[in-house]
């Protein structure tokens, strides 16, 4: 018995549906990623890779299927539910509170913050625990000195990063990263990477990419998805070799290497 | 106990009731799917019909009124939507706030014009009296307004139904997205939709006059029942603005048999009732302005 | 010293404070006695109300009738159940807060066009019942006969005397609304506003807290409403057309409300000004009044405070863009779009 087969997914799908009317975005999908693993979600344009990251956090329901977070079954648990198990996204397009400061942007995502949320009476800047989380988080994603600058006033690479920031201020199991180098240029890609790289201790990160530099050197799993299905998965050097997978993204990869 | 003939003669009312509702609450909601904006003019456009008619009666004679003053009508929609134009993709609150303001000042226009008091219009002379058949007997009035509301309704859904223009609005009664992705003009369709909408106020407005009497603030009454009848029915469903016009309607006049003042707060239990058991409305559609 | 003022009353909320303590002395000599107490009675309610509107960001357009509501519950407890100044008070308030408890259960998960369509049917709702139930309220003659009484062996039929006692209710509500805006509270539903589908993927429930924060504007409504029935001797229904709760709306936006915590209460000192002002020139004032609607709406939408911000931001943006240039960082942001601003 290979030791892969005991180690329990921290996150799997059976069987997952999803139609927009007559149109099957996603046809059955059977997915497992490991704990304190990298995984990639990769495939061509309309594969249905946001769709299922829609789902599995929880902003759109499956028309058949379950989903499974540590062993529970999360298929019907609303995106805030999920969140406070645990699981954390960023999104393809910036999905940032805009007139927020970088710091109050982290800050109400921290779940220090999160537990008087009710609270309508104490300065939000007493409550020192998300002060210093959030701190550190934005030590880590790079942004000190830029505590007090809204949002809409970052680069776009520093708002990248502050998307990311966000989600993992939320002290996450799970990390969902949709996208997260799209648009970058190459010095903030370096950064992103760099980062990314110093989180996987304790932590599963599940990323949509197209960049497949990206993709290959991080991660330690790689998931195909192609119309609906997935049609090929393993480590990084089983994936770049295989047919379908260079049939499916002929266009695409050569475009990435052109970069 | 209210006889037979009572009950029918209420019911009946509540039909015709229920049909100006049905018109005025469809051409709120195709204002209001298509732009996503709730229209506060609507009321006082529903005045404005009645009363432009009953200025131009003496020169043009009933039917002239009725063909011209929604006309008129419609005329002003356009001209308000020009300035709500610029509201859009901003804050709905926006242009719900203009047309808030605008249905004050065209009320006090209405003041400034015709006076602050009511006015009693009589049905015109060719309709006058009662219509007999058997123990039943009816207002000819009332039956030439649910004809024409009903003509009016049908006009309406062959519009919406057999036009590519109604197609459209169809599809961006409830889903504006969709429209502006399919690359239609979207000025002229808005244009087209706030005059036919308003125009519609104004026929309605013609039509009730001489069952509700004239005064400025007849048009604020109007246009309370529109926002229930939208509620109940649904945004963004013809037969749901028809439904739930009808349904209002005849709701509220059975139940002035049994408590004469009661009817508005029927209305509501009504809505609200509703509202538990369809959160969309009897015949609306999921949209992206719910969760 | 200045963290504690600015935890409870930052030197803006002073010096308002300090303005309208003044007040009495000023206006009398203007020939207005009674527009001073008015202002700060709606300005507690546009306060309460800027709380779902300018914080939180959720159009509701039938708040008048909350403040009717506290009105007659006012008035009825005084006349027919408990009698007294305090007790009526309170069951003002925390009866309005429980239909707006109610009416929020119906409204919260609705965005946009539908909700604030919703809060319009439920206010002219409670509008209609004031009509219905007349033989509690009074009807179309309204719910006369309320005393002020007196408060600390001061009798509050006098102008003055009422007029500080509106005034102790006025900075009380002030002080707690900007703590509940400066709490974990007030950054959620901030962020709510920002984007609910980043709130939501955050771990916050967020009907349940736009709930909470319609409920507790039906507090402050209701005091308002108590108070002002109060100061008019008398409960009415005309606060509860829909007409009242469009200008509620108008004042927190006229001011800035959008932009400011103080913005509902310049708009409503705007807003009562102009109408006094308006009625002497003309009877036919409304027009003038409609017409300011429109024209507010279409050239000054972010209000009078919005618009002094956004001619001091630019200072702002370009120290941040000279530091993005210095240390080479990638594309500089797109400038803001003002209607986006929250307030601060």
Redesign the interface.
């Known amino acids: 018995m290979s030791p892969r087969a005991a180690i329990t997914p921290i996150l799997e799908t059976h069987g997952l549906r999803k139609a927009f009317g007559g149109h099957v975005v996603l046809d059955g999908v059977d997915l497992a990623f490991e704990p304190n693993r990298l995984s990639a979600l990769i495939g061509p344009n309309g594969a249905g890779k946001t769709t299922c990251f829609n789902l599995l956090t929880g902003f759109l329901q499956p028309d058949d299927g379950a989903i499974r977070f540590k062993g529970q079954d999360i298929t019907v648990l609303p995106p805030d539910r999920r969140a406070r198990l645990g699981m954390c996204r960023s999104f393809q397009i910036l999905n940032l509170f805009n007139d927020y400061t970088v710091l109050e942007n982290i800050r109400v995502a921290v779940p220090a913050m999160r537990a008087r949320g009710f609270d309508l009476w104490t300065p939000a800047p007493a409550v020192s625990e998300a002060e210093d989380r959030a701190a550190r988080i934005i030590r880590l994603i790079g942004l000190v000195g830029r505590e007090h600058v809204e949002a809409k006033y970052l680069s776009y690479g520093q708002r990248r990063l502050l998307e990311i920031g966000v989600a993992l201020a939320g002290e996450p199991e799970l990390l969902l990263l949709d996208e997260p180098t799209s648009g970058l240029g190459a010095r903030p890609m370096e950064t992103l990477r760099d980062l990314v790289q110093q989180l996987t201790s304790g932590l599963t990160i599940v990323v949509i990419e197209h960049d497949m530099d990206f993709v290959l050197s991080l991660s330690h799993h790689i998931a195909v998805l192609h119309r609906g299905t997935v049609i090929a998965e393993g480590p990084p050097d089983a994936i770049r070799d295989q047919a379908e997978v260079r049939d499916a993204y002929l266009g695409r990869l050569a475009y990435a290497r052109a970069r | 106990m209210p006889g037979l003939a009572e009950l029918v003669t209420q019911l009946l009312n509540g039909v015709v009731l229920g049909l100006l509702y049905a018109l005025i609450a469809l051409g709120f909601m195709l204002i209001l799917g298509t732009m996503e904006l709730i229209n506060f003019s609507h009321g006082v456009l529903f005045a404005l019909g009645g009363y432009l008619a009953l200025s131009l009666q003496p020169y043009v004679g009933w039917w002239g009124a009725l063909a011209l003053a929604p006309l008129g009508v419609g005329v002003l929609g356009l001209l308000l939507e020009f300035g709500v134009r610029r509201t859009y993709g901003k804050d709905p609150l926006f242009g719900l706030l203009f047309t808030f303001g605008a249905a004050l000042a065209l009320e006090e226009v209405i003041r400034i014009i015709w006076g602050p008091r009511g006015y009693t219009i009589s049905a015109p002379a060719f309709v006058a009296g009662r219509f007999e058949l058997g123990f039943l007997v009816y207002s000819k009035y009332r039956i030439l307004v649910a004809t024409l509301a009903i003509l009016l309704l049908a006009f309406v859904w062959g519009f919406l139904e057999k036009t590519p223009y109604g197609a459209i609005i169809k599809a961006g009664a409830h889903d504006s997205e969709m429209v502006r992705a399919l690359g239609i003009n979207l000025g002229r369709m808005r244009n087209l939709v706030f005059a036919l909408g308003t125009a519609m106020a104004g026929v309605a407005g013609v039509i009730a006059a001489p069952m509700w009497s004239l005064k400025p603030t007849v048009g604020a009454e109007a246009v309370m029942p529109a926002f229930i009848v939208v509620v109940i029915g649904g945004i963004g469903s013809f037969w749901g603005a028809v439904i739930g016009g009808l349904l209002l309607g005849t709701v509220s006049g059975l139940s002035n048999l049994v408590v004469p003042r009661g009817s508005i707060l029927v209305m509501y239990l009504l809505m609200t009732v509703i509202l538990l058991w369809r959160p969309r409305g009897l015949m609306g559609q999921k949209s992206a302005l719910e969760l | 010293m200045r963290r504690f003022l600015e935890?409870w009353t930052p030197p803006p909320m002073l010096g308002m404070f300090a303005l309208f303590l003044g007040l009495p002395v000023v206006l009398p000599l203007l020939g207005y006695t009674y527009l001073g107490t008015e202002i700060m009675i709606w300005a507690i309610f546009a306060l309460g109300y800027n709380l779902l509107?300018g914080y939180t960001?959720l159009?509701a357009?039938g708040h008048g009738a909350f403040f009717g509501v506290g009105g007659y519950l006012l008035g009825m407890s005084q006349k027919w159940w408990t009698g007294g100044l305090a007790l009526p008070l309170l069951i003002g308030v925390v009866g309005t807060m429980l239909c707006a408890a109610v009416v929020g259960l119906?409204v919260v998960?609705?965005?946009?066009?539908?909700?604030?369509?919703?809060t319009?049917?439920f206010g002219?709702?409670f509008w209609?019942?004031v009509?219905?139930l007349d033989t509690w309220t009074g009807g179309e003659d309204g719910l006369t006969g309320i005393n002020r009484l007196s408060v600390l062996g001061f009798a509050l039929r006098d102008n003055i005397p009422f007029y500080y006692f509106v005034y102790a209710f006025f900075v009380v509500s002030t002080i707690a609304l900007w703590?509940?805006v400066?709490?974990?509270?007030?950054?959620?539903i901030?962020?709510i506003k920002?984007?609910?589908?980043?709130?939501?993927?955050?771990?916050?429930?967020?009907?349940r807290?736009k709930w909470?924060v319609f409920t507790l504007t039906g507090a402050f409504a209701g005091l308002a409403g108590g108070l002002a029935s109060l100061a008019r001797f008398g409960a009415f229904a005309e606060p509860m057309?829909?007409?009242q709760s469009?200008n509620v709306?108008?004042m927190c936006?006229i001011g800035g409300g959008f932009a400011s915590f103080y913005g509902p209460v310049l708009g409503v000192a705007v807003f009562l000004v102009l109408r006094e002002v308006f009625s002497t020139l003309t009877d036919?004032w409304?027009?003038l009044?409609?017409?300011?609607?429109?024209g507010v709406?279409?050239f000054m939408?972010e209000g009078i405070l919005g618009l002094i911000q956004r001619v001091r931001r630019p200072t702002?943006?370009h120290d941040?863009r000279a530091a993005?240039a210095a240390s080479g960082?990638?594309?500089?942001?797109a400038p803001?779009a003002p209607?986006?601003?929250?307030p601060r």
């Open positions: 935890r509107l960001g159009p357009f119906f998960r609705k965005r946009g066009i539908y909700f604030a369509l919703l319009i049917a002219v709702m209609f019942m009509f219905v703590r509940i400066s709490s974990p509270f007030g950054q959620v901030r962020a920002q984007s609910e589908t980043r709130a939501r993927a955050l771990g916050y429930d967020t009907p807290y909470v057309s829909l007409h469009g709306v108008l936006l036919h409304m027009l009044y409609g017409l300011l609607f429109m709406i279409l939408p702002t943006f941040t993005q960082e990638g594309i500089p942001a803001p209607e986006q601003s929250g």
